[in-house]
Structure formats: C-alpha cells, structure tokens
C-alpha cells in the first residue's frame, strides 16, 4: 500500500492525496486537511479508489503552475490582518484564504524596509499568454495594484485592489479607471491619452477573442465526425436499384454515392471535416475585421464596435496565428476610427476644455455609457 509521507500511515485508508509536482509524495485525509505539511505552491489530485501497485503516479513531477517561492516567514500576519479587518472590505475567513494565495504567489521577502510580495513578472505569469505581450491595459491594471510604484504588489496592496475589482463602489471604480487613462498622473485626459488607451484596449480584446476561437477550434476538431456528415446511403456499397434510365446512369450514381461527390435529394453536404479556421469564422463573425475597411462603433457604447451586416463586404476571418505580431483588427483600424471614439467621448462628457477631461466630466460621460470602464475591468480581477 501506498504510505503517507507525513504521519507516516501505511497504507493509506480512504481518500489519497497525490502531489503533482514531487516524484512521490502521498498525504491521507487527515494530514492533507492540516494545509502546512507540504509546499504551498504545489498541487495534489484526489484519489478516491486505489490504483494499481505497478500503475501508481511515480517519476518526474508536473511543472509548478504557481510562481511564487516557498516563503512563509517574514510576513506578521496577525497585524496585516488586524489593519486590513479595519477597511471591511473581507471577511476574516476571505482574508486568510487571501493571505494563502498571496504566499503561493510572492517571490520577494519582506524586510524591515520593504513589504515584498509579487512582482511584475510574476503578475504576468498570472496574465497567461496576455503577460507575453507588452500592452498599455496591463501596465496600467499593474500600476492600479502597486499604488506605491515600487514594482512590488505587497499584500495589502493586493487586497485592497482585489476589494476595488470584486466589491468597489460604481464611484470607486470610476475613480480608478480616470487614473488608469491619466497616464501622465496631471490630473486630467488629454485626447492623446485616450487615443492610446482606446487602441491598447481593442488590441488586447482581440487577444482574448484570438485565444478563444482558437480552442473552440481546436475542440470542434478534435471532436468532427466525420461518418456522422454523411448521408445514410454513404453506409451501402451496392448499386441503387433505378426504375429507370440506362446502366451507364445507374453506374453513375453509384460512383457519386460511393466517391460521395455530388448532391443529393438537392442537399449538399461535406464529406471532410473543416480545414481552417475559415470554416468556423461565421460562428465567430465578430473575431475578424475587414482588411479594407475601418470598424465602426455603435451609437451607445463607443468602445464597442458595430456588428459588419453589409453582403458587399468581403468574407470574415479569424484573426491570424500568435507567431504573427499584429492582429487584423488593429491593422485595419484607421487614425479616423480613434479620432471618432475620441471625440464621441469629449461630446459625453461636455468637456469645458477642448483638450483635456476632468475628472467631473469623465463621470458624466460614464453616468451615460459604462462602457468607459470596460479597460478596468477586461482581465477580471487577475489573480
């Protein structure tokens, strides 16, 4: 039997608990429920029936999938808690679940200077494949979070924006989101800050359509079915009886059915499964742009574009593969395009200043279309 490597039960009795990351290290129900027996960044499987003796999970581990380093001393945890219990933005159960994951993230110790915790590279390890790209979205969501600009989220930076993102106020957000387009910190938007946040926001949109439409994709086809596209006549090898016509007729038909080329009872139907992603851009019209031509955004939301329903345009398609740099949707948009989103938001927001938006007006023009806030809240809460 299988041996828990921290009371040192043999075998273990009910629920295994098998880490993903070590060579061979089991815990049984009980150690595993102490949660500080082993390192906080790695994963374990629950095994509810006994494998077999010779089929038991051995050998290299997984990669860890969490960045931090194993620090677990350094931080008072007691007093982080008391301080942020004060802010009432989480209760103590959610501040100490928190607390786990901000360990299984931080790869900077605290000292008695500095707080430590997660650094920028680690926050782009969070983004996924987002984080491999520069963007102007995640310099300024990271910046939201590191309200101290030393590079470092310490942790109750972390929970105070993760109390922003997931319980703050409509005001709360508006606030945050005008310091995120304020690039310069002066304390207003110019247009030219707009115009960079507007294009940095579709770009990483069509990121995340990109890595959508490409694994539902990839799971159409990985699961086509090929003998379920065909006709029922395709299942029969013999000749079709015809009532009449001549042998020739009849040997053609069974050739078509056979080779299944043609149509039949007028329908026609394909005989292989999608060979691009061509085939399933109508599902995912919206993913693509027009190489010839500008989007155009909608009346009520400006920074979402409108649905393409001309028949003139040319045929949608996906956006292209990641080892390409640009997506076509950024590549077709024109400097008119921005300028029009641009100047619809100075209109909602009744800016006195032709130039620049405060922060009065920029709540004016949220109050009319939310949409304004959308960059804030693209990547969820990140962590």
């Known amino acids: 039997g299988v041996t828990c490597n921290h009371c040192g039960a043999q075998p273990i009795r009910g629920i295994r608990y098998h880490c993903l990351n070590c060579a061979d290290y089991d815990l049984c129900d009980s150690c595993e429920s102490l949660g500080d027996v082993h390192v906080k960044t790695h994963c374990f499987i629950?095994?509810?029936?006994?494998l077999a003796p010779?089929?038991?999970l051995r050998g290299a581990g997984a990669p860890v999938m969490y960045p931090g380093k194993e620090i677990t001393s350094g931080w008072n945890k007691d007093d982080l808690m008391t301080s942020l219990l004060e802010s009432k933005l989480f209760e103590p159960i959610e501040l100490q679940a928190l607390f786990e994951q901000f360990l299984a993230l931080a790869t900077v110790p605290p000292t008695d200077t500095e707080p430590g915790g997660i650094t920028r590279e680690t926050f782009d390890l969070c983004l996924g494949p987002l984080g491999k790209e520069k963007n102007l979205i995640?310099?300024?969501?990271?910046s939201f979070f590191d309200q101290d600009s030393d590079n470092i989220i310490s942790f109750k930076e972390f929970v105070l924006g993760l109390g922003v993102m997931i319980k703050g106020s409509l005001d709360e957000?508006?606030?945050?989101?005008f310091k995120g387009y304020d690039i310069d910190s002066d304390g207003r938007i110019s247009r030219q800050e707009l115009h960079r946040m507007f294009k940095a926001y579709f770009y990483l949109s069509m990121q995340l359509v990109r890595d959508y439409v490409k694994t539902v994709e990839q799971d159409m086809m990985d699961t086509f079915d090929d003998e379920a596209a065909k006709p029922v006549s395709a299942?029969?090898?013999?000749?079709?009886?015809?009532?009449?016509?001549?042998?020739?007729d009849e040997d053609q038909s069974h050739t078509k059915i056979r080779g299944y080329e043609g149509t039949i009872s007028g329908s026609s139907r394909p005989n292989t499964a999608p060979s691009s992603s061509a085939d399933v851009a109508a599902v995912f019209s919206s993913a693509g742009a027009n190489s010839d031509s500008s989007p155009s955004f909608t009346e009520s939301s400006p920074l979402v574009p409108a649905t393409q329903t001309s028949s003139s345009s040319s045929s949608t398609s996906l956006p292209r593969p990641a080892d390409e740099q640009q997506l076509p949707v950024i590549e077709a948009?024109?400097?008119?395009?921005?300028?029009?989103?641009?100047?619809?938001?100075?209109?909602?927001?009744?800016?006195?200043?032709?130039?620049?938006?405060?922060?009065?007006e920029f709540k004016r023009a949220v109050e009319l279309d939310h949409s304004y806030l959308q960059w804030f809240e693209a990547l969820g809460s990140v962590f």
Do not use: W
């Open 138 to 142: 995640t310099d300024r969501i990271f």
């Open 173 to 177: 957000r508006i606030s945050y989101a």
């Open 333 to 360: 948009m024109s400097q008119d395009a921005i300028e029009e989103m641009v100047e619809r938001t100075f209109t909602a927001a009744d800016a006195a200043d032709p130039n620049y938006i405060t922060l009065d």
């Open 46 to 50: 629950k095994i509810r029936v006994p």
């Open 54 to 56: 010779h089929a038991n």
């Open 235 to 248: 299942s029969f090898t013999a000749p079709i009886p015809s009532s009449g016509g001549s042998a020739d």
